[in-house]
T-cell receptor, first 116, second 111 residues
């Protein structure tokens, strides 16, 4: 099991450019999420998905799009990059599980994005 | 999901127990307390969770007060590798893949 993988590890963009951050998991998890982490801060939820074809907004969705066409993949698209989107991006997945079960989220290694 | 309050930083001597407090005074009856930690710049890692009973696993113990308004994560014998940011998160019983992180507590384990 590779777990949760993210590509690229590092990326530098110019303001206005678009790009897609890739996230894949091989654990057959229903739930996947994207977070961003700014320096010295906790993680903030961008978008999440409870299954293929279903996505919803988190705390800070503006400027980002997601889609979930397969269980394994959950790409995050930056439509027009801005310096305020400079951050570390983490993807996570978890199984549905039953109420109160561990339901732990497994996180990828992160993508470090700089927008100039 | 209820909000949590944690001290921004704590120190602990290597080999001693580290006790990390968390306040969640607005927690509701069906909400669980989860603890994650983030070592350096890695993705967060699950530690433990509980509803109202104390819990223990191979990594830590979780003590939840009877009124459930606060909890304490205990690392029984802290090592240098336990230096990390620790996040206390309250989450409803319905799992939607959402975790709302606060600022966490930076634990520094010193030799």
């Amino acid at each position: 099991n590779a777990g949760v993988t993210q590509t690229p590890k590092f990326q530098v963009l110019k303001t206005g450019q678009s790009m897609t951050l890739q996230c894949a998991q091989d654990m057959n998890h229903e739930y996947m999420s994207w977070y961003r982490q700014d320096p010295g801060m906790g993680l903030r939820l961008i978008h999440y998905s409870v299954g293929a074809g279903i996505t919803d907004q988190g705390e800070v969705p503006n400027g980002y799009n997601v889609s979930r066409s397969t269980t394994e993949d959950f790409p995050l698209r930056l439509l027009s990059a801005a310096p305020s989107q400079t951050s570390v991006y983490f993807c996570a997945s978890s199984s549905s599980g039953t109420s109160g079960s561990r339901n732990e989220q497994f996180f990828g290694p992160g993508t470090r994005l700089t927008v100039l | 999901d209820a909000k949590t309050t944690q001290p921004p930083s704590m120190d602990c001597a290597e080999g001693r127990a580290a006790n990390l407090p968390c306040n969640h005074s607005t927690i509701s009856g069906n909400e669980y307390v989860y603890w994650y930690r983030q070592i350096h710049s890695q993705g967060p890692q699950y530690i433990i969770h509980g509803l109202k009973n104390n819990e223990t696993n191979e990594m830590a113990s979780l003590i939840i007060t009877e009124d459930r308004k606060s909890s304490t994560l205990i690392l029984p014998h802290a090592t240098l590798r336990d230096t990390a940011v620790y996040y206390c998160i309250v989450r409803g019983s319905g799992n939607t893949g959402k975790l709302i992180f606060g600022q966490g507590t930076t634990l520094q384990v010193k030799p």
